[in-house]
Every structure is written in structure tokens, then in C-alpha cells.
Nanobody
Framework: QVQLVESGGGLVHPGEALTLSCAASGFTFNTYAIQWHRQAPGKERELVAGISSNGNGNNLYADSVKGRFTIARDNSKNTAFLQMSSLRPAYSAVYYC?????????WGQGTQVTVSA
């Protein structure tokens, strides 16, 4: 069956870095674009970053994370990544990986990122 499994979340201090991973299985990973979204308590889920199916071209970033986050993927390992640096408390949220192609979309279960002093 289709699975997207996020990992790498945790508790970090402001200014520190963290890399999230999204391991995919059960579908043809290299035909799907990948997006990372996040949802903080009491807030709507928001798009953080996106990368095309082959990883070429311009990646997409929310204005709030430009220059701090980098999205990447390794199609040989069916895995996507979100490298986060200079983390702020406002970035605390559950981070979700989503695979999307046309009208087909799959979500992971999310991984918690908490940025606190």
C-alpha cells in the first residue's frame, strides 16, 4: 500500500538546524512532485516547500522560510528531505510530506518539530 513516512522531527533550540526525511513506498515516487506542509496548533496547514518530480527546476518556498529551508529528493532511494536551519519558535508545528501528481495525492502522518529555548 501507499506510504509516506516522515522522520527527523524533535525538540531543538532557536537557531539550530534539523533535517526531515520522507520515505515513500507503494507508488512510483519519481513521477510525483513532493511538498512539505506544516500545521501549528490552532492554525491552518500551510505549504512550506515544493520540488518537482525529477528535482530539476525551481523549487518552491514559502516566503517565511526562504533562505532557511532547502527541499531535496533522492529518487534512487524514494526519499525526500527538508533541511531546516536557523529555526525559530514560530516554526514549531507538525510537518507533513505530500506526494502529488495531477489529481492523485498522498499524505504522510507528520512529524513534530518543536523549537524552544
Amino acid at each position: 500500500q501507499v506510504q509516506l513516512v516522515e522522520s527527523g522531527g524533535g525538540l531543538v533550540h532557536p537557531g539550530e538546524a534539523l533535517t526531515l526525511s520522507c520515505a515513500a513506498s507503494g507508488f512510483t515516487f519519481n513521477t510525483y512532485a513532493i511538498q512539505w506542509h506544516r500545521q501549528a496548533p490552532g492554525k491552518e496547514r500551510e505549504l512550506v516547500a515544493g520540488i518537482s518530480s525529477n528535482g530539476n527546476g525551481n523549487n518552491l518556498y514559502a516566503d517565511s522560510v526562504k533562505g532557511r529551508f532547502t527541499i531535496a529528493r533522492d529518487n534512487s532511494k524514494n526519499t525526500a528531505f527538508l533541511q531546516m536551519s536557523s529555526l525559530r519558535p514560530a516554526y514549531s508545528a507538525v510537518y507533513y510530506c505530500m506526494a502529488i501528481m495531477a489529481r492523485s495525492a498522498y499524505w504522510g502522518q507528520g512529524t513534530q518539530v518543536t523549537v524552544s529555548a
